[in-house]
């Protein structure tokens, strides 16, 4: 579908926003972002941060080599896995500093000012092993939280989607089987056996 | 005349109208609303990968909230098929307050053939008789009997897999060669028969072809369960695969796409519908034949004729009975059980197989042993493994937890019930006065509510799948029994019954309206109940011997 004319400034904005979405690889519907969606370069960093602790880079490329943290901006600013969804009036008051007039969360804000509380300080600046084991600990936390949603859990769903929906994810580290060709109903699982990135029952209902 | 027959709409009926009555000899002339899509040069998203898309498949959430708040809804659509369901926001209807109804609709050359699931089965008469027996609604004024012949004619000619079973209330067909169940679903059926011998699981009759069709230039199915993007292979059924070449192939089909129909004219003095009238650009256009066929879908067939009211028809055409709109269905369906399914750790599968598994009726057949409710239940589902998904919900980061979500996860087995829904008077479709549509024409509004027999149906349904799966070995970690919203199942029909009597039924034996002979309906708005298996193979067989039934009464000078 194509979008109406955007108008002369709209276009030249766009064609500049084009280029740089080709110079870092992002697709360019993630600068078409309202100025409250656009992440501070250190929100950036830390979200990068978080995708390379999530899915670190090992013998396949990790959630912080391939983009995954654009994505994940571009996805919570189209309210992807509900995250443009207005909170409970409840749940607003716990995050009363990051939450838009609509109660939906404002995630990255969020996260920043998270892991620097749980930092003591500045996330970015401790060592990479105790920014794995801050991260791990608000992880276990989020999980642990009974409430129906939770900004990490809403993040970290967005991170793996971004990364088994990238190449690297989808075909290098899972496989990417475009055409199987035939269905086999039982053979073996041995320990090296890799999912199927396209398996899509698996996807929706795994 | 212009022609020998319109046909309105080029979904699953349509196609099936078009090919029938051009292949006898019939001048057709078939009116789509929506656009043209050529099988497989359209096909657009078909070869995507996930990358290849600005969202990754999964498309924009917010977008859709605004255009596709309904079609989001439905599993099928998403960020590759989403050119495959109407724009919601473009295509308004209204529903009575009380009513949640989510009406699934593609508006396109082929309908909802491109994006259907493909589960095809025959009804049985405990199906055809349910309405005589425990007087709901009105008797079907045919049995199994009178359309076999059709059931077997249509299955050969769409391509139907499946296993033969002998059972009585799910019959068997004319099928290619079935998929297999995999190996859980292979143990669960065992130990469900094992226990219960009157139940039967077996896998999915799906019309994807197990063997190619070269005549047709239909290529075996490839597991990819890619279908709704539409299939180059023409591996499954669809309108463009299928029907719409056959017609083609004639000669004497004439299609108009985007060409939405706004309404008949009909002749009191010789009952007999003179034209169609439809909308292009704006613009109105006339054409007249002498048969007219509506296959624009069960709701949308309704609002044609309910918008078709003229002096002489002032409650709409081919409703002197006043019930046209009325016993509108849809199954009752719920996620029954899901269960995690332990020693299957060593074994996998490889392709998608595009078709699941169905659990036949066993309640209420030659014994009345539902708990509350005269009618049947079903279940449909399958055993799968988990994936990276289920990473989502579970804590862990860093190089462990990679390497888990690396495997194939856990067995899990999934039931989703589907019970019969009751005919009822009060579930019912009119037009909305208050609001117009693009083309100046009432709104349909639709008012739906499940009852007391659904509910107990989808109670026991649970309590069986639950009992089920933990025989299997199962440990059942969810189950619901509170149906969706009406919709959910995609199976909504009636509107416009068959029946014996005129006085309460706007369709004959023959799908022919009662007032008005030359006119024939036969999507899903014929329907006088609903079963509990999927519709669209039993309209298919239902179109074709209307057709058969057309011809010859106008060969014969009747009509
Ligand atoms: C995701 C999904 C899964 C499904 N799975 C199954 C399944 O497994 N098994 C099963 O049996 N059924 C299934 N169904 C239901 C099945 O698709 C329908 O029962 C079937 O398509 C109905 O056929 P039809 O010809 O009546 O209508 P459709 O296929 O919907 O076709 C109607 C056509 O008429 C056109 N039209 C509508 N109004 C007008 C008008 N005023 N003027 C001109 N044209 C008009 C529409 O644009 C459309 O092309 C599924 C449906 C969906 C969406
Ligand atoms: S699963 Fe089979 S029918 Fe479906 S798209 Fe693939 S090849 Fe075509």
């Known amino acids: ?206 | 005349m212009d022609f020998d027959a319109i046909v309105v709409g080029s979904g699953i009926t349509g196609g099936w109208a078009a090919k029938e009555l051009t292949e006898a000899g019939l001048k057709v002339l078939m009116i789509e609303r929506g656009r043209t899509i050529r099988h497989q040069i359209d096909y657009d998203t078909e070869t995507k990968a996930p990358w290849d898309m600005p969202f990754r498949g999964r498309g924009d959430t917010e977008r859709y909230l605004r255009d596709y708040p309904v079609q989001m809804l439905n599993r099928q659509f998403n960020e590759f098929t989403e050119g495959h369901f109407v724009n919601d926001a473009e295509n308004p209807y209204t529903t009575a307050e009380g009513t949640d109804f989510t009406w699934f609709r593609s508006y396109q050359l082929g309908g909802r053939s491109l994006t259907w699931g493909r589960q095809s089965y025959r009804w049985s008469d405990y199906d055809f008789g349910a309405n005589l027996r425990d007087g709901h609604g009105t008797d079907w004024p045919i049995r199994y009997a009178d359309l076999a012949p059709w059931y077997d004619k249509v299955e050969d000619f769409i391509g139907v897999s499946g296993a033969h079973e002998g059972l009585a209330q799910l019959p068997d067909g004319h099928f290619q060669p079935p998929m297999a169940l995999n190996v859980v679903e292979q143990h669960v059926r065992e130990a469900i028969r094992a226990r219960w011998p009157e139940r039967c699981l077996t896998i999915g009759r799906t019309a994807n072809l197990t063997e190619a069709k070269p005549d047709e230039g239909r290529t075996a199915c490839q597991y990819r369960s890619i279908c709704a993007r539409g299939c180059s292979f023409g591996a499954y059924f669809s309108t463009q695969s299928s029907t719409l070449p056959a017609a083609q192939r004639t000669g004497r089909l004439t299609l108009v796409t985007d060409a939405a129909v706004s309404g008949l004219d009909f002749d009191p003095a010789t009952r007999r519908v003179t034209a169609v009238r439809y909308m292009v650009s704006g613009q109105q256009h006339r054409a007249t034949a002498r048969l007219v066929f509506l296959n624009a879908g069960a709701f949308n067939s309704v609002h044609i004729l309910l918008n078709s009211a003229s002096e002489a028809t002032p409650n709409g055409l081919a409703n002197s009975s006043g019930v046209l709109g009325t016993h509108i269905m849809d199954h009752a369906n719920t996620l029954s059980a899901v269960a995690l399914m332990p020693g299957f750790e060593g074994h996998t599968t490889f392709g998608n197989r595009p078709n699941g598994v169905i659990l036949a009726r066993y309640r209420n057949m030659d014994r009345m042993d539902g708990d509350g409710h005269t009618r049947g239940y079903s279940f449909q589902g399958g055993a799968l493994q988990g994936t990276w998904t289920a990473g989502k919900r579970e804590a862990g980061i860093g190089l462990d937890y990679k390497q888990k979500l690396r495997h194939p996860g856990a067995w899990r087995m999934v039931l989703v019930g589907f019970a019969d829904c009751v005919p009822r008077a009060r579930n019912r479709l009119t037009l909305d006065r208050s609001r117009n549509d693009a083309a100046g024409l009432p709104l349909l509004h639709v008012e739906f509510a499940f009852g007391r027999e659904e509910q107990a149906a989808l109670t026991q349904a649970k309590r069986d799948a639950d009992e089920m799966l933990t025989a299997a070995g199962g440990r059942v970690i969810m189950g619901f029994d509170q149906p969706g919203p009406g919709g959910t199942a995609i199976h909504e029909m009636g509107g416009a019954r068959m029946g014996h009597d005129p006085a309460t039924s706007v369709l004959n034996r023959w799908s022919q309206a009662h007032d008005a002979p030359n006119l024939f309906v036969t999507d899903g708005a014929q329907m006088s109940s609903s079963a509990c298996q999927n519709p669209s193979l039993t309209y298919m067989a239902l179109t074709a011997r209307a057709c058969a039934a057309a011809v010859g009464q106008l060969r014969e000078g009747r009509i």
């Open chain 1, 1 to 206: 579908m194509m979008a109406a004319d955007p108008g002369p400034d709209r276009r030249a904005f766009l064609s500049g926003a084009a280029l740089l979405a080709l110079a870092l690889g992002v697709p360019i519907a993630a600068l078409e972002l309202s100025p409250g969606d656009s992440p501070s370069a250190r929100q950036q960093a830390i979200l990068r941060e978080a995708c390379a602790l999530v899915i670190p880079r090992s013998d396949t490329p990790g959630a912080g080599d391939v983009g995954v943290a654009d994505f994940v901006v571009l996805a919570l600013a189209h309210g992807l896995e509900d995250s443009r969804k207005p909170l409970t009036a409840e749940l607003a008051a716990r995050y009363t500093a990051d939450v838009r007039s609509d109660l939906s969360l404002l995630h990255l804000e969020w996260l920043e000012a998270e892991l620097d509380r749980r930092s003591g300080g500045d996330f970015i600046r401790r060592r990479p092993e105790q920014r794995h084991a801050l991260l791990a600990a608000l992880d276990r936390a989020a999980f642990a939280d009974a409430a129906p949603v939770h900004p990490w859990r809403t993040i970290k769903a967005l991170i793996l989607l971004g990364y088994y929906t990238s190449e690297a994810g989808g075909a290098v580290e899972l496989r990417y089987v475009p055409v199987p060709g035939r269905w086999d109903p039982d053979l073996p699982q041995t320990p090296d056996t890799r999912a199927i990135s396209n398996d899509w029952s698996a996807v929706d209902f795994g």
